[in-house]
């Protein structure tokens, strides 16, 4: 199966989701939906590349990390990010996340994010055997 | 939200008595249609806050109560260090002391005529807004220091302000106790260019035009008068706070089984107020109340200049300034007897009453000025405290409309360029860095601010002294 991202629904905010074969793929999604909050990942050139380590005690905390961890570069570095490599062994993840310097009239960026939240936050395998990590972002 | 859960105290005061694991009963102030239009959220959270250690005589939530982190947006609560009492970056939130701050111009509307499209555009050019704005400011090590211990007070020291517009802005513009100690270095990091900067999302300069009058008496006393024109800036702590909230977030989550607190829900992450992470979350969050201060400060400073491009000669001076997120020290009476207590504030302005101490010498006989943000296109107000409110809500009031749609309903049902044209024709110029940010926001995707700030003013949390129409509004 195809790995996908989705935005659902929130009050004041917004959630986040991406649903994948491997916990490594739901997370790389994960991160495009929430490119997708600022922009179109599509208009975002991948030319600059970040790498990014984190690690948690748990898979959940895991991603609010590596949510944070982008949140963070994109503000210190005036990026976006298009594309995501990431690899997850254990409770360590290291990723490479390739973007571009923040365009305001190509990229049109709709909102800034304050931070990954733990509301909604679910990181899990399901039956039909893809993971899915998902949480709120803070708008 | 279903009513029937709540047992009715009066018109607008309904009760969720103290059950399981609450140690005190939850208030929540509104009328049956804003209950009824209530998220089932508000109650589980704010029956959470309830339950928390050292809470003290309830846990309240305002008129404009919303599903948020942990605590409702529009939560109050009350503790007492004395008790085990906590303090909580959820109940704070991740946009540390974002708040209002609104300004005379000594302008009427007629003044503004043949102008608008020129201010609006002078303002748009000044105050730099949106996602990846920066300042002119580059704050480096030193600067840093003295702008987190200082606020307001340090920008007026750097030459953004006027000597007035401290005595015009909670804590005298400098919040006591803030320890730069414990903002991180990626929390500075993210802060160094971004002073003077609004930010996205619902943050917004707006000029606006005095509608209505409800307490003459009041209103003369803030200075407020039909036509007049007043400017309005609503934003926050930016990065610096966004990056204080969720460092100490997550040190909150992870500690909390240390400090054998039972959280229903880990967004409520809190740490005892006498525990060295509580103090050291305080020291932290009050440094990000200054961020804010200076923050809003320095944009008051690049509105004059760009009001003065326009007008020259025009005087701007502060209202007042109040802030919305926040946890702080102030002495209450509870059950007939002074105590110190912290109160957390998400989402809720404070709103203390004629005579309270705090206040200015101008606002000590009216009550503080209570300014109420609408959202792009809809009025905000301006309410004033009153006495009563301290029984009521440790001196709380709402704080603004809410979200009636999620964005991704917004950008579904509205175009921003339709939003803008729509917004033209009925006189309100805005300008914006996106478009998609604008029907984000579009007006209909808030609920109705004046039902509101009907209830807080029927519950006695804060009496409504002026409504404000907007004629420009900047947005993030």
Known sequence: MTPYWEHFEHDADIGIRGIAPTLAQAFEQAALAMTAVITDPDRVLAETAVSIQCSAPDPEWLLVDWINELIYAMAVRSLLFSRYQVTIDQDRLSAVAFGEAVDREKHQPAVEIKGATFTELHVYQRDDGMWLAQCIVDV | ?476
């Not at chain 2, 300004?103 to 003044?111: E, I, M, N, Q, S």
């Not at chain 2, 209103?219 to 990065?239: E, Y």
Request: aromatic share 6%.
């Open chain 2, 1 to 476: 939200m279903d009513i029937q859960q709540l047992i009715q105290r009066d018109e607008t005061c309904w009760e969720i008595p103290a059950k399981g694991p609450m140690r005190v009963p939850a208030i929540i102030y509104a009328d049956v249609p804003l209950l009824q239009a209530m998220d089932d959220k508000v109650y589980q959270q704010i029956t959470n806050v309830a339950a928390l250690p050292g809470i003290i005589q309830a846990a309240y939530a305002m008129p404009d109560a919303h599903w948020g982190y942990g605590f409702p947006i529009g939560g109050v609560a009350a503790f007492d260090p004395e008790e085990g009492g906590v303090i909580s970056a959820g109940g704070v939130g991740f946009d540390i002391s974002c708040g209002v701050r609104t300004l005379h111009t000594g302008l009427t509307f007629a003044d503004l005529h043949g102008h608008q499209q020129h201010l609006a555009d002078e303002l748009f050019r000044t105050v730099p807004a949106g996602v990846g704005s920066k300042g002119k400011l580059h704050l480096n090590h030193n600067d840093m220091l003295g702008m987190l211990h200082g606020g307001a007070k340090w920008a007026l020291d750097q030459g953004f302000g006027e000597i007035q517009d401290l005595e015009r802005t909670e804590e005298r513009g400098c919040m006591a106790g803030a320890d730069p100690h414990y903002v991180s270095t990626r929390a500075r990091e993210r802060q160094k260019d971004e002073m003077g900067t609004l930010g996205s999302g619902n943050h917004y300069l707006e000029v606006q035009r005095v509608a209505e009058i409800f307490d003459p008496a009041v209103a003369r006393t803030f200075g407020l008068k039909v036509d007049a024109i007043v400017i309005s800036i609503h934003c926050g702590s930016r990065g610096l706070g966004h990056q204080i909230g969720t460092e100490f977030l997550k040190d909150m989550a992870l500690a909390a089984a240390q400090y054998r607190i039972a959280l229903p829900d880990r967004e409520l992450a809190c740490a005892p107020l006498d525990s060295p992470l509580g103090k050291q979350y305080l020291g932290a969050m009050r440094a990000g109340i200054n961020c804010a201060l200076a923050n809003r400060q320095i944009i008051t400073h690049l509105t004059r200049q760009a009001v003065a491009a326009v007008f020259p000669g025009a005087r701007l001076d502060l209202l007042y300034d109040v802030s919305h997120n926040t946890c702080k020290l102030e002495r209450h009476t509870i059950a007939g007897r002074k105590q110190d207590v912290y109160i957390h504030r998400k989402g809720a302005t404070r709103a203390f009453g004629p005579g309270h101490p705090e206040l200015p010498l101008i606002y000590r006989d009216s009550g503080q000025p209570v300014l109420i943000g609408g959202s792009m296109g809809t009025s905000s107000y301006v309410l004033c405290g009153t006495q009563a409110a301290e029984q009521r809500s440790f001196s709380s009031a709402c704080h603004g409309a809410g979200r009636a749609m999620s964005r991704h309903q917004a950008t579904k049902q509205w175009q921003g360029r339709d939003v803008m044209t729509d917004l033209a024709a009925q006189g309100i110029i805005i300008r914006s860095p996106s478009l998609r940010g604008v029907a984000e926001e579009a007006p209909l995707a808030y609920k109705d601010v004046s039902a509101v700030v009907d209830v807080a003013h029927q519950a006695g949390l804060a009496k409504k002294v002026a409504r404000l129409e907007p004629v420009i509004c900047i947005k993030g």
